[in-house]
């Protein structure tokens, strides 16, 4: 059994580098340095990034994924029932996205945000059918 332990993600922050014009075509290995795994968390892990840009579109099909945005603000859009729906989000709010559901980031300015991401995640570069 793991041991519990203390995770000061404040600290984890610092270390990252700031990924400044992210994409949805933005590689794996570009976003690296921008991303990190804080602890694997039941069938996936607690997740921090610090960017600007906007992501692909990604759903998680084993759970509901839980955003909170730690510092600067995004954009979460969600596609429900076809439809994309815009939630402005910014420091200190946090939000469900609920299982299943595509969704992605804009944050022109940039954000610091902690997931607990259930994987795996599915990836589209373009709006998902």
């Not at 270390?15 to 992210?22: A, K």
């Not at 906007?54 to 099909?61: I, Q």
């Not at 200190?92 to 609920?98: A, C, D, E, H």
């Not at 804009?106 to 990836?123: A, M, R, Y």
Request: net charge negative; hydrophobic share 35%; proline share 6%.
């Amino acid at each position: 059994m793991p041991k519990a332990t203390p995770i000061n993600y404040i600290k984890d922050f610092d270390e990252l580098t700031f990924l400044r014009n992210r994409t949805p075509k933005t590689t794996d290995a570009e976003a690296a340095p921008s991303f990190k795994t804080l602890s694997d968390y039941r069938d996936g892990g607690l997740f921090i990034g610090h960017f600007a840009g906007k992501s692909e579109w990604e759903r998680h099909r084993q759970g509901d994924e839980i955003v909170q945005v730690i510092e600067g603000s995004t954009t979460l859009v969600l596609l429900q029932e076809g439809n994309e729906h815009q939630f402005f989000l910014r420091q200190g709010q946090i939000m469900v996205i609920p299982q299943s559901t595509w969704h992605r980031f804009e944050s022109l300015q940039g954000v610091k945000i902690l997931t607990v991401t259930p994987q795996p995640t599915d990836h589209s570069e373009t709006f998902p059918e």
